[in-house]
């Protein structure tokens, strides 16, 4: 009875979308400026505007909900939302878990930021959001990892001495650096991972397809372009 009441929930997970009425978009809202909290309180953000118009060429009827970014593959995983769209890499470690869809931003660099130029990496305290792309780069340096919860508290890790520089997507670290005379570029750039496209449960095969044919769309006429040069400016148009 266990046997056959484990395969009856599997089947309704693997029907879940096909069900269901509204599709679930998960994503953090803490990571400028692909998705944020406005002053309303809405998911806002390139990944919010590129969102909604993916899914209205795939014709649903869509939702975001927030989840912090440690638990954000498990609550997918569990049925909590359909997609996580949160800026996130498309790795070989993840899709052991998850399925992707075609990427919608390619690898963006990662940079390292710091209160000087031209810091040595070995040896270095680094900062990183935990779970992150860049997370898994440090650990393979020789260099000590010092990982936070959230990106503004790994940024601010830097500035209070807990790190000597942090390594984020360049295109969340830029504002920083750019308003703050005490921030600096403090090593080269690393390219990471395979772009940035949607996770969705390895179940959801239909779904996956939808928005991989929405997503050729946005490429095809411009308009992904379009929404990279207004929210992430410098990174690389299809």
């Known amino acids: 009875m266990k046997t056959l009441l484990l395969g009856t929930a599997a089947l309704a997970m693997t029907a879940s979308f096909a069900m269901a009425d509204v599709v679930r978009m998960g994503t953090e809202g803490a990571y400028p400026p692909y998705n944020f909290l406005n002053d309303a309180g809405e998911v806002d953000g390139f990944e919010r505007e590129l969102g909604d ?42 899709e052991e878990v998850i399925d992707f869809t075609t990427n919608y931003v390619r690898s963006d660099p990662s940079s390292y930021a710091g209160l000087a130029e031209g810091m040595d990496i ?9 779970s992150t792309i860049q997370a898994g780069h440090i650990s393979t340096l020789d260099a000590t990892l010092v990982e936070f919860a959230t990106p503004e508290e790994a940024m601010a890790a830097v500035r209070n001495g807990e790190a000597d520089m942090v390594l984020a997507d360049k295109s969340y670290l830029e504002p920083f650096v750019s308003e703050d005379a005490d921030l600096f570029w403090a090593a080269e750039d690393v390219v990471l991972g395979e772009g940035i ?18 997503i050729e769309s946005v490429k095809a006429d411009g308009t992904l372009n379009a929404l990279i040069e207004k929210w992430l400016p410098g990174a690389q148009l299809f």
Request: glycine fraction near 8%; aromatic fraction near 6%.
């Open 122 to 130: 070995s040896g270095a305290v680094i900062a990183a959001q935990a």
């Open 197 to 214: 496209g949607l996770g969705l449960r390895e179940s959801d095969d239909e779904l996956r397809e939808k928005f991989n044919v929405a």
């Open 53 to 94: 118009e993916l899914c209205k060429r795939a014709e649903l009827t869509c939702e975001w909900v927030t989840n912090e970014w440690d638990s954000i593959i498990p609550n997918l995983t569990s049925g909590n939302y359909d997609t996580i769209m949160a800026g996130m890499s498309i790795t070989a470690e993840r």
